[in-house]
């Protein structure tokens, strides 16, 4: 054949082309899994996000207001810690009534308030993406919130890093 392989399939007549192949495999694996792990490119830095409900009634205002401010800190629904309470802020939800002539008028609801909750937490930013956990924090994105006696859906409506 060659002076490198000979006709049993070997190089320079001791190691096998199959042993080469597979060895090459197990480095390129092992490689693999030393860059996956180690090769992390974030950088951690400091994120306050702004997450608002809508429409939730006087109870469930009550649990949230009560278990975010005893505990302090805000967790999603995997159990992640998104960061420290900042602060947590009901107001009634603005719903239209008609009024007697026609017309709408924009008034607070006697039954639902909208909450305001922001949170103080460490993100990691990698690339243009900055991730808490596992949470992917853009505005517009929904988020289920659980807590001592509450879970509720958000919605971010504000970031700020830095």
Known sequence: MSRFMDARG??????????????????????FAVVRTTGDSSTTIPVTVTYYVEEQRQVTVNALVEALQAKGTVRDDGGTVLGKLVSVEPTPTREQVPTANGELR???????????????????????TVRIGSVQVR?????????????????????KTG
Request: proline content about 3%; overall charge positive; charged content about 15%.
């Open 106 to 128: 924009d008034d607070p609801s006697p039954i639902y308030s909208d909450i305001t909750i922001v949170v103080q937490g460490q993100g990691r930013m990698s690339g243009s």
């Open 10 to 31: 070997r190089f320079f007549g001791k190691v096998n082309v199959v042993d080469v192949i597979v060895l090459l495999v197990i480095v390129a694996v092992v490689a």
């Open 139 to 159: 505005v517009g994105k929904k988020v289920t919130l659980i807590g001592t006696g509450f879970e509720v859906q958000t919605i971010i409506t504000g970031k």
